[in-house]
Nanobody, 123 residues
Framework: QVQVEESGGGLVQPGGSLRLSCSTS????IGWFRQAPGKEREGVSC????????YYADSVKGRFTISRDIGTNTVFLQMDSLKPEDTATYYC????????????????????WGQGTQVTVSS
């Protein structure tokens, strides 16, 4: 099974920024998901293998940006204008070759989950 590893979480004040990294062993469609205590895991963003098409949940559009560094097989999630409701454990995962916007939001279609990285937005 392909391994993924997240990094970059931390504590940040509302309005601040963080950049999460997802390291893999190759080029895949990568999804970012998050899960807050007592809530279901939800899709945040994904980037499609091949054309790097990107999708975002409505709650993060305009604030989060997903990107890929092919040279290092790393996918980044730049998170700006963070809000307390963004507090969660963030996971990256490998998904189908060409996910659409619906698949990006559905954790059951994704596999090879990392251990997660905690993001806390608080003053």
């Amino acid at each position: 099974q392909v391994q993924v590893e997240e990094s970059g979480g931390g504590l940040v004040q509302p309005g601040g920024s963080l950049r999460l990294s997802c390291s893999t062993s190759g080029i895949y469609s990568i999804g970012w998901f998050r899960q807050a205590p007592g809530k279901e895991r939800e899709g945040v963003s994904c980037i499609r293998r091949g054309d790097d098409s990107a999708y975002y949940a409505d709650s993060v559009k305009g604030r989060f940006t997903i990107s890929r560094d092919i040279g290092t097989n790393t996918v980044f999630l730049q998170m700006d204008s963070l809000k307390p409701e963004d507090t969660a454990t963030y996971y990256c995962s490998i998904g189908p070759a060409r996910p659409d916007e619906q698949i990006c939001a559905m954790p059951d279609f994704w596999h090879s989950w990392g251990q997660g990285t905690q993001v806390t937005v608080s003053s």
